[in-house]
């Protein structure tokens, strides 16, 4: 477990947090999305009670190392002020150097400095170490909250974390600290769910979970190249082809794993890949050559739902059907509704699945709602994201 905000003493100490402020900016740079930034409130405040003197770094869009006016930072600060009007915040134009160090330094507890978007220097995507070693001279702690960059290895990210005592904020802490502990000591029986259309993404999540999980369950799109690989027919539904040799490599492996490997037992298909499709269920694997699959058929939903029911830990991530035309919604809906209902832990990760649990809203019943992107996805493969890597543990 990573040593988090709680863990350490920040009385009087420049704090220096590295957040995600990479918001959506309109033509005239205001921010038309506040969410990451309200997101990150509980942490800020939370430093901000504590005594921190908080110095926070962001990036915003790819200047590629060169200072852009409308990837200025400034719409952000001002936001943030919004949001905080008791707060005094002060903005840098500079993330290293003399200037930044003293007004570091002059900032007093409860008071926050604001740097400019840290990719307008060069030296961060490179990871440059005397860069980050002006970056660490601004503070005293350095705390990573940028839980959707924790796959880059950027001066702001690993480069100063090396250098100062460290330790995660609250987003981050809660994202890797609940997989690392459910990768570590999973509660059994350990169900992973995995659905969506691209198969090349979440292969590799499959092959992690060969060793630890008692059971994987794969429906969507991503289904129909591992039932390929075992020779049925599948008519016109999406296929990865490069994939197959992979797959039939990965339900080999499964067999000698002793995890159960559940694929569709039938299947909801349509005529055509429209919303005007009406659902035809075929009765086993197979499907006539001129359909499509579009969504779990109902003996199938019936296994899933069953062996999720049983499960004290589940990961779910990808929708098991083309669930944005209601024809196809039913898989999707049902085990959104069982991954719910589950006793044990449960993370649900991906666009798609988190829209389909707040639809539902079923989010109070869901453990923890992984929502980081490509870091997440990681994570699930069981990547070392350097990020997370170069803080400390507990
Ligand atoms: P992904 O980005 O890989 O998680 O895929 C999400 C997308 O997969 C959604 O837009 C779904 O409509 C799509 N999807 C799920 N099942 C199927 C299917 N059987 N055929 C085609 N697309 C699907």
Same mark, same amino acid.
């Given at each position: 477990m990573k040593k988090t905000i709680e863990d350490i003493d920040v009385k009087d100490k420049r704090v220096f947090l590295r957040v995600d402020f990479n918001v959506p900016l309109d033509e005239?740079? /205001? /921010? *038309?999305?506040e969410t990451r930034i309200i997101k990150e409130l509980p942490t800020i405040k939370y430093l901000l009670s504590k005594g921190a003197r908080l110095i926070l770094c962001s990036h915003l869009g790819r200047p590629d190392g060169e200072i852009k006016d409308n990837l200025s930072l400034i719409p952000v600060a001002k936001k943030l002020l919004n949001l905080l009007p008791l707060t005094k915040i002060k903005f840098s134009f500079?993330? $290293?150097?003399e200037k930044v160090e003293k007004m570091s330094q002059e900032l007093k507890p409860g008071e926050i400095l604001f740097l400019e978007?840290?990719?307008?220097?060069?030296e961060e995507e490179k990871n440059d170490p005397i860069f980050a070693k002006k970056l660490s001279k601004l503070a005293d702690i350095y705390v990573n909250d940028a839980f959707g960059t924790a796959h880059r290895s950027h001066a702001s990210i690993t480069g100063i974390a090396r250098l100062l005592p460290n330790a995660v904020g609250y987003l981050m802490g809660k994202e890797v600290n609940t997989m690392l502990d459910i990768m570590k000591n999973p509660k059994k029986p350990f169900v992973v769910v995995l659905g969506g259309s691209k198969v090349s993404e979440k292969i590799y999540i499959v092959m992690n979970f060969l060793?630890?999980?008692?059971a994987i369950l794969i429906g969507g799109g991503m289904s129909y190249t591992f039932l390929k690989a075992q020779g049925y027919n599948l008519g016109n539904s999406l296929i990865d082809e490069e994939k197959i040799p992979l797959a039939k490599e990965i339900l080999e492996e499964a067999k000698k794993c002793n995890v159960k490997l559940l694929l569709p037992i039938d299947h909801k298909c349509?005529? !055509?890949? !429209? *919303?005007t499709a009406k659902a035809i269920v075929t009765s086993g694997p197979d499907m006539p050559e001129n359909l499509i699959g579009m969504d779990l058929g109902p003996k199938t939903i019936k296994l899933f739902t069953k062996t999720i029911r049983r499960a004290k830990t589940v990961i779910w991530n990808g929708p098991?059907? $083309?669930?944005?035309f209601d024809e196809f919604s039913e898989g999707t809906e049902t085990i959104a509704r069982a991954v719910a209902k589950a006793r044990g832990k449960t993370i649900v990760g991906g666009g798609d699945s988190i829209a389909s649990i707040r639809l539902l809203k079923?989010?109070?019943?869901?453990t923890h709602m992984s929502t980081g992107g490509g870091a997440s996805l990681a994570l699930l493969e069981g990547q070392l994201l350097p990020g997370v890597e170069a803080i400390n543990n507990k």
């Open positions: 005239n740079g /205001v /921010v *038309t999305d500079q993330c $290293v150097g978007n840290i990719r307008f220097y060069k060793k630890k999980a008692d349509g005529a !055509s890949f !429209s *919303t098991m059907g $083309v669930f944005e079923l989010d109070k019943k869901i």
